[in-house]
């Protein structure tokens, strides 16, 4: 099992919280460092010190990490036109050497468009967007070099593109939800990982035993890599469990029921369950970057067990 740390820095985090984090990401022996790609935070504060961009600052992260995978979850379709980002992910590989995985979703967060004059179509429209886009990013990333691309959908025409510049190693595809079939019908085509998110193991379950029937369906015989993201609240005791729980707003009650939260042992347990439906990574999302002793208990009392 691969523990993978996410974070949600739209909530409010700079550039060098997001550091910290990577550091201690990679030295404490997790295997990969994450962030979502969003531009405004969820709730009714501001969000200081303000958005930042998600390949940007994992550009900055990959120049000073080397061992960690870096990657998002989720890049929106909405924000960038396919041939830029399959640069921007080209480049972030490069300069990392070629450790980075691309997280891609249709888009879904509505407010955060219309603050930043992002166009928000509608739900048919945003999946339409995202199929055509993970045909161009995979079309272009696959084209020999020397030889062109081109494509001609209903939403983006490209015309005798050179797939320049290449990735240092094809990154990874990762694709995610729980819908019953647009998502896991791309999933099967295109992606190399498949992640449900914030969901328990029993409704993960229903939606892994679907995508694998998708799959035969589709002709798919590569593997796809499942994988779980859970917000995680781990504490040496109850009072550690209950003062990570009071930090971020919630219950260590509902906490348990929702996320991987406990003692080490109750989080090592519930980490084997998601292990036994076929997850071979988890993302760990740390809500309170400022508690990197959090990553540190997780390293020493969890990691080396699962």
């Not at 992002?118 to 995202?130: C, G, N, T, V």
Request: charged share 25%; with cysteine.
């Amino acid at each position: 099992m691969r523990l993978r740390i996410f974070t949600e820095p739209q909530q409010g985090a700079d550039y060098a919280t997001l550091f910290r984090v990577a550091k201690t990401t990679e030295e404490s022996g997790f295997d990969a460092f994450f962030r979502s790609d969003h531009y405004l935070k969820m709730g009714s504060a501001t969000g200081l010190p303000g958005p930042s961009d998600a390949w940007i600052t994992l550009a900055g992260i990959a120049r000073d990490t080397t061992r960690i995978r870096l990657g998002t979850l989720m890049t929106a379709a909405t924000f960038r036109l396919p041939g830029p980002l399959a640069i921007e992910v080209a480049n972030v590989d490069d300069m990392s050497g070629g450790r980075v995985d691309l997280g891609l979703g249709a888009g879904w967060y509505e407010r955060e468009h219309h603050v930043y004059g992002i166009p928000f179509p509608s739900l048919k429209d945003r999946f339409d967007r995202f199929e055509e886009q993970l045909r161009i990013i995979t079309g272009l990333w696959d084209t020999p070099e020397g030889e062109t691309f081109s494509f001609v959908g209903k939403h983006y025409q490209l015309s005798d593109n050179p797939g320049l510049p290449k990735p240092r190693s094809r990154p990874p595809i990762i694709v995610g939800g729980s819908g019953a079939r647009r998502t896991p019908t791309l999933a099967a085509r295109y992606a190399d990982e498949f992640n449900v998110g914030f969901s328990s193991v029993e409704r993960t379950k229903e939606v892994f035993d679907r995508l694998r029937t998708i799959c035969k369906t589709e002709g798919r015989s590569r593997e796809l890599h499942l994988s779980t993201a859970q917000v995680a609240c781990c504490g040496r005791d109850e009072a550690e469990v209950k003062r990570r729980a009071e930090a971020i707003g919630r219950d260590p009650a509902e906490m348990r029921e929702n996320g991987l939260a406990g003692t080490p042992s109750e989080v090592i347990e519930k980490i084997g369950r998601f292990a036994d439906i076929g997850c071979s990574r988890v993302y760990l999302q740390m809500l309170d970057l400022s508690d990197l002793a959090h990553l540190e208990l997780i390293a020493a009392d969890v990691l080396p067990k699962v």
